[in-house]
């Protein structure tokens, strides 16, 4: 059986008024396909203690996923974390890029520059539709893992 590990990102999750719903939807769909969710951890908007969490998560587990941080502020650092620890570049992909374009434009906004951070993907990754949303989910492999974040 697989091992995995769920690393939930954000400062409000770690105050009272919020609580992380998505690794427990996360453990339901993993646990019913046979995947089993051995650590949930919280992490803050703090790079340093992200990056010891997958680090440390790579050692342990064969599933990484990882849910926040991807928006278009400057706390959101899931992406440049992840990048950084699996030795990678990120990359604008430009097809990314023009669905969030579409988003704002069919809900009659204009995207503002920031926004273009959420289309930056570690090199070799692979982009995971994310319908609801203009953030980017992505999976990329490091040695035999598989991360994922979104």
Not at 73 to 86: C, Q
Not at 99 to 117: A, C, H, V
Not at 123 to 144: C, I, M, W, Y
């Given at each position: 059986?697989?091992?995995?590990?769920?690393?939930?990102?954000?400062?409000?999750?770690?105050?009272?008024?919020?609580?992380?719903?998505n690794?427990l939807?996360?453990?339901?769909?993993?646990?019913?396909?046979?995947?089993?969710?051995?650590?949930?951890?919280?992490?803050?908007?703090?790079?340093?203690?992200?990056?010891?969490s997958?680090?440390?998560?790579?050692?342990?587990?064969?599933?990484?996923?990882?849910?926040g941080?991807l928006?278009?502020?400057?706390?959101?650092?899931?992406?440049?974390?992840?990048?950084?620890?699996?030795?990678?570049?990120?990359?604008?992909?430009?097809k990314?890029?023009?669905?969030?374009r579409?988003?704002?434009?069919?809900?009659?906004?204009?995207?503002?520059p920031?926004?273009?951070?959420?289309?930056?993907i570690?090199?070799?990754?692979?982009?995971?539709?994310?319908?609801?949303?203009?953030?980017?989910?992505?999976?990329?492999?490091?040695?035999?893992?598989?991360?994922?974040?979104?």
């Amino acid at each position: 059986m697989l091992r995995a590990e769920i690393i939930a990102i954000g400062s409000e999750l770690l105050t009272p008024h919020r609580t992380d719903t998505n690794s427990l939807w996360l453990t339901e769909r993993l646990n019913s396909v046979g995947i089993e969710v051995q650590l949930k951890t919280v992490v803050g908007d703090d790079e340093a203690i992200l990056e010891e969490s997958v680090r440390d998560a790579l050692r342990r587990s064969e599933v990484i996923i990882s849910t926040g941080g991807l928006g278009p502020t400057e706390d959101d650092i899931t992406r440049k974390v992840f990048a950084r620890v699996t030795g990678r570049q990120l990359t604008l992909d430009y097809k990314v890029l023009a669905g969030i374009r579409e988003r704002f434009s069919s809900r009659g906004f204009q995207m503002t520059p920031n926004n273009e951070r959420q289309a930056l993907i570690p090199q070799g990754g692979k982009v995971l539709p994310n319908r609801p949303s203009t953030r980017s989910a992505s999976r990329e492999s490091a040695d035999v893992r598989q991360l994922c974040y979104g």
